[in-house]
């Protein structure tokens, strides 16, 4: 697998599409910005929570690709032809 950026691009994107959605863009303007203390009571913890896991998800696969890439780049040699051993004659 070759990984050319550590950026977890993945799940930033997942959570850029389940935030930006209209249900999800109405879940946080109620979660923040509704007039009723009882629906900011209600969604702002979910909203939280979800910006949580959304989070530690993107630490998570930014370990993932971090570590993949770093063996990518281990498994590599400098050089890549064998060298011959050459015998002295005594």
Do not use: K
């Not at 697998?1 to 599409?17: K, L």
């Not at 509704?34 to 009571?41: H, I």
């Not at 909203?47 to 696969?61: D, K, P, W, Y």
């Amino acid at each position: 697998m070759r990984i050319r950026t550590r950026w977890p691009w993945i799940t930033a994107s997942a959570s850029i599409v389940v935030s930006a959605n209209p249900l999800g863009i109405d879940v946080i303007r109620s979660a923040f910005f509704s007039g009723e203390a009882l629906s900011r009571g209600i969604w702002a913890p979910i909203v939280l929570a979800g910006f949580a896991i959304s989070a530690a998800l993107m630490l998570v696969e930014a370990m993932i690709r971090s570590w993949i890439w770093r063996r990518s780049i281990g498994s590599t040699t400098t050089n890549s032809y064998p060298t011959a051993s050459v015998e002295r004659e005594p």
